[in-house]
């Protein structure tokens, strides 16, 4: 079963915006090595941090638009949502211990 959710423009507002819980989104493409490298420590995150935070996920290549709108210039990008609003953002691979230290500085 999956801990993520993959979101889109038509329910970013809902899932991520109007979140009573920070949400860790994940910017990523199916081609993306980095990106398929980090899904599986995301997923487990998801899972432990299950009612705390969640994780999102969000295809650049089908909602460009959301991309653009953060300034996502590279994948994999993480921003961290607190009341609407960005208050982290790393890019790159990592390994699962340094998501855990990055989601733990916003929950």
């Known amino acids: 079963m999956a801990n993520t959710l993959a979101v889109g423009?038509?329910?970013w507002k809902a899932e991520v915006l109007d979140?009573?819980?920070p949400v860790l989104v994940?910017?990523?493409a199916?081609?993306?090595g980095p990106c398929r490298a980090i899904a599986?420590?995301?997923?487990?995150?998801?899972?432990?941090?299950?009612?705390?935070a969640k994780i999102v996920k969000v295809d650049?290549?089908?909602d460009g638009k959301l991309a653009e709108e953060f300034g996502i210039r590279s994948i994999p990008t993480l921003l961290i949502f607190k009341g609407g609003q960005v208050v982290?953002?790393?890019?790159g691979m990592a390994p699962k211990d340094q998501l855990?230290?990055?989601l733990d500085q916003h929950v």
């Open 19 to 21: 979140s009573e819980i």
């Open 26 to 28: 994940d910017f990523w």
């Open 60 to 62: 650049v290549d089908a």
């Open 9 to 11: 423009t038509t329910d």
């Open 100 to 102: 855990k230290a990055f």
């Open 40 to 52: 599986p420590h995301l997923e487990a995150l998801a899972g432990e941090y299950a009612g705390k």
């Open 30 to 32: 199916t081609w993306c």
């Open 88 to 91: 982290g953002r790393t890019q």
